[in-house]
């Protein structure tokens, strides 16, 4: 169980919500942990269950249907879902989708979408990339070309996560391609609207249970009230998510990290080789001791971080130095625990072995480890 006594960032209630969180994952995410893996998605009873509890987008205002709580009841979820070692993608709704929804929503917008998010009913993707462009968002190619009061959208999106179960995708798209970032809008797309497909729910090497998938447009054709924020000012609303995008890959950083410790202390202190237990290597100790370390700056580092961005302090600069300090520590983290464990590492059997190869998309989504390193240079 993921051991928060000496947490700062959380209060009572937090606490209160972790035992919900936990029971709830105990019932309806931990028994189905392989069987998710290998369909490739994680079904909507499972999206239904933390609906009915609570859990899905809790910092809805209770004006729209909500719960109202701040940011931490999100974090206290992603910190257990990491700990257990499930790729769902219910953070994804959780922290980054449904701010863009209450935040810039109109009221039809909200009323049409915010409650179903909240119970479970509606699932909802965002798609920027491309096959063409990742980092490099201005270069999308995807269009939304004007069409009296509509808007005929045509391109490509791919590696987007929730792709097979979203009932909505936020769809960044040029509707004005001569006017480069200023000329990007988000617009909201229905899966049922006609010209709208999924493709694959693509292989990955991790994250099995997380149905990551490319998404087609072809004469997708939606009325422009269907825009999400201003017209044209997609790329700003963009960059106004990203801390709390940002920080929420580094909270599931700490929650896998410290999943991958627990279970190399467990392993090293029950395997026996050469008469002791792998634990009484001196290496071991060592190598130990020294990841007891990271974690506890780890965690010291994310309330501090957690703590700013509920005061609404959080630049972009900290969350994206927070992301990559997390996300490269979690990679260390897994790879010398997945060591200690020798062969049984590698065993598929071992939770060590799910840890590790879900961990490594860490350093790449919500931008990479050297666009972090970028976006913290020009705040130096
Ligand atoms: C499992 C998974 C889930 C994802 N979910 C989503 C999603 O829900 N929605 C969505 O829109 N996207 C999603 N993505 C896409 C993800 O955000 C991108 O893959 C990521 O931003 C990198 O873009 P890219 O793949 O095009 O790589 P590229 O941009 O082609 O990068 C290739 C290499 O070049 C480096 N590079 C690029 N530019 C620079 C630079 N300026 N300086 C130095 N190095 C540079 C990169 O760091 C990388 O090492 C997901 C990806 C994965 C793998």
Redesign the pocket.
């Known amino acids: 169980m993921l051991q928060t006594a000496n947490r700062t960032a959380y209060n009572e209630d937090h606490a209160a919500f972790r035992e919900t969180v936990r029971k709830v994952f105990s019932e309806h995410m931990e028994p189905y942990l392989d069987q998710h893996e290998e369909e490739g998605i994680v079904p909507r009873s499972a999206w239904k269950a933390l609906g009915d509890a609570g859990m899905l987008c809790p910092t809805v205002a209770e004006e729209n249907g909500g719960l109202g709580l701040d940011f931490g009841f999100n974090c206290v979820l992603a910190e257990e879902l990491a700990y257990l070692g499930s790729?769902a993608?219910f953070t994804?709704q959780n922290d980054?989708t449904v701010n863009y929804f209450e935040r810039l929503g109109s009221p039809e917008q909200k009323e049409k979408y915010l409650p179903g998010m909240i119970s479970g009913d509606i699932i909802t993707?965002?798609?920027?990339?491309?096959p063409?462009?990742?980092?490099?968002?201005q270069g999308i190619k995807t269009t939304a070309k004007e069409d009296g009061n509509h808007l005929v959208i045509n391109g490509s999106?791919?590696?987007?996560?929730?792709?097979q179960n979203a009932d909505v995708v936020i769809v960044?798209a040029k509707t004005d391609p001569n006017a480069g970032a200023k000329g990007t809008s988000l617009i909201l797309v229905d899966a049922d609207t006609p010209g709208f497909a999924r493709g694959r729910n693509?292989d990955?090497i991790?994250?099995h249970s997380?149905d990551?998938s490319e998404l087609f447009f072809e004469d997708v054709r939606v009325p422009k009230t269907n825009i999400l924020g201003g017209e044209n000012r997609g790329f700003i609303h963009l960059m106004e998510e990203l801390p709390q995008e940002r920080l929420s890959i580094a909270v599931s950083a700490m929650g896998g990290a410290q999943r991958a410790f627990d279970e190399a202390v467990k392993f090293t202190k029950e395997r026996k080789a050469f008469g002791k237990t792998v634990f009484e290597f001196q290496n071991s100790k060592f190598t130990l001791a020294e990841l007891a370390a990271k974690l506890q700056v780890g965690w010291a580092h994310l309330d501090w971080a957690i703590a700013r961005h509920l005061k609404g302090e959080l630049t972009t600069g900290e969350a994206s130095a927070a992301k990559l300090w997390h996300s490269e520590m979690q990679w260390e983290m897994v790879d010398a625990c997945l060591q200690l464990h020798g062969g049984a590492g590698y065993m598929n059997e071992y939770p060590i072995a799910r840890l590790w190869r879900d961990a490594r998309?860490q350093r790449?989504?919500?931008?990479?480890?050297?666009?972090m390193?970028?976006v913290v240079s020009r705040e130096i």
């Open positions: 790729s993608g994804l980054i993707a965002i798609a920027m990339t491309e063409g462009a990742g980092s490099d968002l999106k791919t590696y987007i996560t929730n792709g960044v693509l990955k991790g994250q997380a990551t998309v790449i989504y919500g931008g990479t480890s050297e666009i390193k970028e």
